[in-house]
């Protein structure tokens, strides 16, 4: 290879010179020469070794089948290596693939490093609009990557969809969704749905309904081949369930977190946000349902025609239901004494594919039909008082009237706030016990709507007084919920608001939190078995894999708004801010 002067470096590209140097290193290229092409069978029954994406499986579980690291040798788990990542918003999600593990930071800081020792074997530092602050509250933010054929790919902070060679870190493709003046943001990454790249957006009232799509490319070129929008316009199917608005009135349903798949019924299910100004009075009325926000959508992958949907509350508060879906084959029966609102149809111990899971910050659990999107059963976890009742038999959602704004001003108290409940922060599915586990907090507010007409400063059109659920001192819990039964198995609280969890065969749930400590629990009692302090917020999604036999365990830290939020209510935890991806696993 030819040597690199000084004067050489100075002009190279930051990514030529990246792939430059990964030539020189000797485990760069023993880890990539014979690299084996990822293919869509591969996505769809990956590798135990592998975690291919944001949530391992298509299904969004969350799960890892490693078992070495189990509950009796847990406690004998110690720090491999670490190392420091790039500034901003961090809240990122390892790729690992045949010992090479893949990792977006900030800003689209995207670097490859093996898995095994923590060396750089090359980066891609995307070049960035300046002005990208001027458009989007939080622009940093990037929380996971996709990997097809030979590339990794990406959807980047300046509305692109971008390809880099597996090997090099060499942009292939990349490919402008929309214009980022116009108000979408990608805070997270695609899946791939049979050779498809999936991807979703938030979307601020500047762009308009057109900003809020969700979009097809082809994974080899980056040619587009569908977009949805998930506002309902006016002339089409549900138009009128924003009254009269017209349609650049129709602001911010945004899909801004990771969609699900399902192979077989080539289903692509997504998650959709808040309207701005939530307050729907401040729209054309609290009596309308403006569609499709807070909903899941059940999306046809090769047209991203909508299938189905279902509505989960029509909000006035910013309680978003974008967050993850959980797709299970299981029996359904469940425990009326558990279980308030049941559609009477359901025959107890029929097996269904179904949808389940916490898709919003209300904290309900709901269990839809993955096929039709009937409403099977749902029920309340953390404290909530804005759903008042849910009809079994139809799914329509009551809304409490006492939480409702009728004009500017008014204060009404509501639990929870923003915060969740639920959040971006992922729970896990254990197929084994047949359970799911989230991640709650348990927040309530006196709120008031401000404005009628959306800033970046005031998206949503209110204020909020935030606060710890009354009679409770503990910000976080973690629920261990039968899919079958709907059933809490048992319930884990702590002070510090809890963050993402995994769960693996070894009878393990892994899970951080705003405090900075990192732990693993029994996943069948909720006790405590291991516990570090990392010193900064747990905000990266943990994952596990294993390389030459050898399980690890890894999870980053760093600066979130869901622990920035949640730590002003525990005022004495005063964790730093540093962002750091974390390794570990047992001895030799």
């Given at each position: ?25 000797p485990t760069a290229l023993a880890q990539t020469a014979d690299f ?95 002005d990208l602050g001027e458009y989007f509250p939080v622009p940093s ?15 980047s902070a300046d509305d692109f969809v971008f390809a880099l060679d ?423």
């Amino acid at each position: 290879m030819p040597m690199l002067t000084r004067a050489a470096i100075a002009v190279v590209p930051l990514g030529a010179l990246a792939s430059a140097l990964t030539a020189l290193v000797p485990t760069a290229l023993a880890q990539t020469a014979d690299f084996v092409p990822v293919t869509d069978e591969m996505l769809q029954n990956p590798d135990p070794a592998d975690w291919l994406m944001w949530r391992r499986t298509l299904d969004s579980w969350g799960h890892s089948p490693l078992d070495q690291i189990d509950t009796q040798n847990v406690a004998s788990l110690r720090l491999v290596w670490t190392r420091a990542l790039g500034p901003g918003m961090q809240e990122g999600t390892p790729l690992v693939y045949d010992g090479v593990m893949y990792f977006p930071n900030p800003s689209d800081l995207v670097q490859a490093i093996d898995a095994a020792t923590g060396d750089l074997l090359w980066e891609y530092r995307r070049s960035l609009p300046a002005d990208l602050g001027e458009y989007f509250p939080v622009p940093s933010i990037n929380r996971n990557l996709a990997i097809y054929a030979d590339t990794i790919i990406d959807t980047s902070a300046d509305d692109f969809v971008f390809a880099l060679d597996a090997r090099t870190g060499e942009l292939r493709w990349q490919t402008q969704i929309l214009d980022y003046r116009r108000g979408a943001q990608q805070t997270s990454g695609p899946i791939i749905a049979n050779g498809k790249i999936i991807s979703g957006r938030g979307c601020e009232p500047e762009g308009g309904p057109d900003a809020c799509v969700i979009t097809a490319h082809d994974a080899r070129t980056g040619e587009e081949l569908w977009r949805r929008r998930t506002i309902a316009a006016p002339g089409e199917p549900n138009g009128d369930s924003w009254g009269d608005l017209p349609d650049e009135d129709r602001w911010h349903v945004g899909s801004w977190l990771v969609p699900s798949y399902d192979p077989e019924l080539d289903l692509v299910y997504v998650g959709t946000s808040v309207t701005s100004p939530a307050p729907k009075f401040a729209l054309a009325g609290n009596d309308l349902k403006y569609l499709y926000h807070n909903s899941t959508l059940a999306l046809d992958a090769n047209t991203g025609e909508i299938v189905w949907y279902y509505q989960h509350i029509v909000d006035h508060w910013d309680l978003d239901h974008p967050f993850e879906r959980l797709l299970v084959d299981t029996v359904v029966a469940p425990d009326s004494r558990s279980v308030p609102w049941i559609n009477p149809r359901v025959r107890p111990g029929e097996r269904r594919k179904v949808v389940t899971g916490i898709p919003g910050k209300t904290g309900i659990v709901y269990t839809l039909d993955a096929a039709t999107g009937e409403f099977l059963w749902a029920r309340p976890t953390v404290e909530q008082n804005v759903v008042l009742d849910i009809d079994g038999a139809s799914g329509d959602v009551a809304v409490n009237p006492e939480t409702l704004f009728v004009e500017l001003g008014q204060e009404r108290f509501v639990c929870p706030t923003a915060l969740g409940g639920k959040n971006w922060p992922a729970g896990t599915y254990d197929p084994a016990a047949n359970v799911m586990y989230f991640p709650l907090q348990n927040t309530c507010m006196t709120v008031s709507p401000t404005t009628a007409r959306p800033t970046l400063e005031s998206l949503y059109g209110i204020r909020a007084d935030q606060r710890i659920t009354p009679n409770r001192t503990e910000v976080g819990s973690i629920y261990a919920i039968s899919v079958q039964t709907g059933e809490t198995l048992w319930r884990y609280d702590q002070r510090a608001a809890v963050l993402s969890l995994l769960s693996t065969a070894g009878g393990l749930i892994f899970g951080g939190d705003a405090n900075g400590r990192f732990r693993a629990l029994d996943a069948a009692s909720g006790d405590v078995l291991w516990e570090i302090n990392l010193g900064s917020p747990v905000s990266g999604y943990p994952v596990s894999f294993a390389v030459g036999g050898k399980q690890y365990v890894a999870v980053s830290t760093g600066s979130s708004l869901t622990a920035l939020g949640a730590n002003r209510l525990t005022p004495e935890l005063q964790p730093s801010s540093g962002n750091n991806l974390f390794v570990f696993a047992l001895p030799d």
